[in-house]
């Protein structure tokens, strides 16, 4: 069945670093979503990509699309301990799954 | 503007027990998700329903879990004879037709002893 997996499972950064999140799907996605979870809180809407190779930019987040589709990546510039959290990604194909998330820690 | 409403919030109840989780999703919105996360499995999406009717109930653990939705603001999660291994964190969802942006009720944090 489809499957939407994310690397890295873990990240930890130093305030300031750059951070990616990696999100690969076994099928193709008609779109692709993100979502951040703060510790202890709930998945909160961030965007949605539907075009292939589409890139959107929200301040320091960069999302980018995959050409065929079955790919994602968020990108943080210059993390912020405001950036702590998990990232999913969700896709929808023939079903909707959320993607294993990437938990974010940011150290001061 | 109210968000997705859940109820409880906490759950503590023990094996074989039934439990009923409660959602009122946003006015006007006509999709609603019930989710479970836990730290094995992630998030899982178990049914969702349009305009009341459900659509998908495939992620749906066993019979043990039932979802209704009498009407437009109103849907319950019951699972019946409770395990300690439906302990999770189960959200609730609503969506508006026209866009896939989900928004997320804080859950309800269910323990079974």
């Known amino acids: 069945g489809q499957q939407v997996m994310q690397i890295p499972q873990y990240q930890h950064v130093q305030e300031g670093e750059d951070f990616t999140t990696y999100c690969n799907s076994s099928?193709?996605?008609?779109?692709i979503q993100w979502y951040k979870q703060r510790p202890g809180g709930h998945p909160v809407f961030l965007i949605q990509?539907?075009?292939?190779?589409e890139v959107k930019k929200q301040k320091r987040l960069t999302f980018q699309f995959g050409e065929a589709k079955k790919n994602s990546s968020l990108h943080i510039t210059a993390t912020q301990t405001t950036d702590v959290g998990t990232y999913f990604c969700?896709?929808?194909?023939?079903?909707?799954?959320f993607g294993t998330g990437t938990s974010l820690t940011v150290i001061p | 503007d109210a968000g997705v409403i859940q109820s409880p919030r906490h759950e503590v109840t023990e094996m074989g027990q039934e439990v009923t989780l409660r959602c009122k999703p946003i006015?006007?919105?006509?999709?609603l998700f019930w989710y479970r996360q836990t730290m094995m499995r992630g998030l899982e999406l178990l049914i969702y329903?349009?305009?009341?009717?459900?659509?998908?109930d495939s992620g749906m653990p066993e019979d043990r879990f039932s979802a209704k939705m009498p009407n437009a603001s109103f849907s319950t999660l019951k699972i019946q004879p409770s395990e300690p291994r439906d302990s999770a964190v189960y959200f609730c969802?609503?969506?508006?037709?026209?866009?896939?942006?989900?928004?997320f009720g804080d859950g309800t944090r269910l323990s079974i002893l």
């Open positions: 969802a609503s969506s508006p037709t026209g866009s896939s942006a989900q928004h």
């Open positions: 099928t193709t996605l008609s779109n």
């Open positions: 990509l539907v075009k292939s190779g």
């Open positions: 969700a896709g929808s194909g023939n079903q909707f799954y």
């Open positions: 006015s006007g919105h006509d999709y």
């Open positions: 329903f349009n305009n009341n009717v459900p659509i998908d």
